[in-house]
């Protein structure tokens, strides 16, 4: 049985922010450092050295400016360098439950520093990059990068995503206020330590190349019938939802599981569209909320150009257009629209079930590759979620469109 301890409060947090708003928190896979920024993206880092519950400020970087575009839209920890247990639905034989999994490596880029040493990327409103990390002595440092400048307010940042991809570099998809989606290429090197620079702080050098582009990022708006599941006559039109959310789902390992949907995914840009309801009374909505979630399939191959073009003048001094050159090619896929707002959106340990949470407190489970809905499975000798083993959400009343992290 699992329980709650009592909440304890981060005490340091009014005296470091002065009253300045706390937009983001996360911890690390391990659940020993916590991350916390302000409206102004300024960020500290908490640790637990001694006990659970007890946090101390190993680093913190208030002391950077208050200005609003270094506010952060994307956020993302990196994998450390080791391996991952994937599990699998636990099955009954007999009097005893066995739960399956298998074990892959975690795709890289890995700070150097250690096997343990954690690392992570900010992306700012302004188009840049900071990597915070732990050096050698277990000490936080940080490496500026820019990713694409801005010339006018509709290069600025709305949400930004990062994921890994198989080749060991980074996925960045970031948002434009302007609509336009763009996918970059993160290469990270990192300097291997020697024996004389076990304290020196390495500096990591990074390549950010740009993919594409995609104006226009917004729901398919042939799909605002496709309502799935509301009764209503008339329904919210589609362009009045925006962009609430943006994920970037990582390729799954070939031992993700045989066989399946999820054992050939490529990484995925999933982006949620919410119209949000402005009038409540005593909880119940006056309007419609409703979200839409699009998704951006993005492959890897080689393409070849027209032999024609071979003719051209131009072309004869070059390589032939017929080589293979490799590229980066996105599909979209097929939008869903619920009537409820999506409040969060994550990828369980499993790598092939998407979890959503909603506003009436239903969390749903989705397939990894097709995204359709995972029905609960009837078998009493198998269970693949807490549903199956007699837990529910009992309150359905409607809930504000707070953050929720599952």
């Given at each position: 049985m699992w329980e709650l301890s009592q909440g304890m409060p981060v005490k340091q947090i009014p005296m470091i922010y002065g009253g300045r708003e706390v937009v983001h928190i996360s911890w690390n896979p391990s659940g020993l450092d916590l991350v916390v920024a302000d409206i102004f993206g300024r960020i500290t880092i908490f640790s637990m050295f001694i006990a659970i519950n007890r946090v101390t400020v190993s680093k913190a970087f208030v002391v950077d400016p208050e200005d609003h575009l270094n506010a952060i839209v994307g956020f993302q920890w990196l994998n450390t360098d080791r391996a991952i247990q994937v599990y699998r639905s636990a099955s009954k034989q007999g009097d005893q439950w066995n739960l399956s999994y298998t074990q892959h490596k975690s795709l890289g880029p890995y700070n150097l520093s250690g096997k343990t040493a954690s690392t992570f990327i900010v992306v700012t409103r302004n188009s840049s990059m900071k990597i915070v990390f732990q050096g050698p002595d277990g000490q936080w440092h940080d490496a500026k990068h820019e990713i694409e400048g801005f010339s006018t307010s509709n290069d600025l940042l709305t949400h930004a995503a990062v994921c890994h991809d198989r080749d060991n570099t980074l996925l960045l998809v970031t948002h434009t206020t302007s609509k336009q989606m763009r996918l970059f290429r993160i290469a990270i090197d990192w300097k291997p330590v020697t024996e004389k620079q076990q304290v020196a702080p390495m500096q990591p050098n990074c390549e950010v190349r740009h993919l594409k582009t995609i104006d226009d990022c917004s729901p398919i708006r042939d799909n605002e019938e496709n309502n799935h599941g509301n009764s209503s006559m008339y329904m919210t039109p589609a362009s009045h939802a925006e962009l609430s959310h943006l994920e970037l789902l990582p390729p799954n390992p070939p031992q993700a599981g045989p066989g399946t949907a999820a054992d050939s995914t490529n990484p995925t840009i999933v982006a949620v569209f919410s119209h949000f309801p402005t009038q409540y009374n005593d909880n119940e909505l006056r309007?419609?909320?409703?979200?839409?979630?699009?998704?951006?399939?993005?492959?890897?191959?080689?393409?070849?150009?027209?032999?024609?073009?071979?003719?051209?003048?131009?072309?004869?001094?070059?390589?032939?257009?017929?080589?293979?050159?490799?590229?980066?090619?996105?599909?979209?896929?097929?939008?869903?629209?619920?009537?409820?707002?999506?409040?969060?959106?994550?990828?369980?340990?499993?790598?092939?079930?998407?979890?959503?949470?909603?506003?009436?407190?239903?969390?749903?489970?989705?397939?990894?590759?097709?995204?359709?809905?995972?029905?609960?499975?009837?078998?009493?000798?198998?269970?693949?979620?807490?549903?199956?083993?007699?837990?529910?959400?009992?309150?359905?009343?409607?809930?504000?469109?707070?953050?929720?992290?599952?």
């Open positions: 309007e419609d909320g409703f979200s839409i979630v699009s998704r951006w399939e993005i492959s890897s191959g080689e393409w070849t150009i027209h032999p024609i073009f071979d003719q051209l003048t131009a072309k004869r001094s070059s390589a032939s257009s017929s080589q293979p050159k490799a590229g980066v090619a996105i599909k979209r896929l097929e939008d869903f629209r619920d009537h409820r707002i999506v409040l969060a959106l994550q990828q369980l340990g499993n790598l092939s079930t998407i979890a959503i949470g909603y506003s009436d407190g239903y969390v749903e489970y989705r397939d990894r590759g097709t995204f359709e809905t995972l029905q609960v499975s009837e078998e009493s000798d198998k269970v693949s979620s807490l549903s199956q083993m007699g837990f529910d959400y009992l309150d359905n009343e409607p809930c504000r469109p707070y953050h929720i992290k599952i």
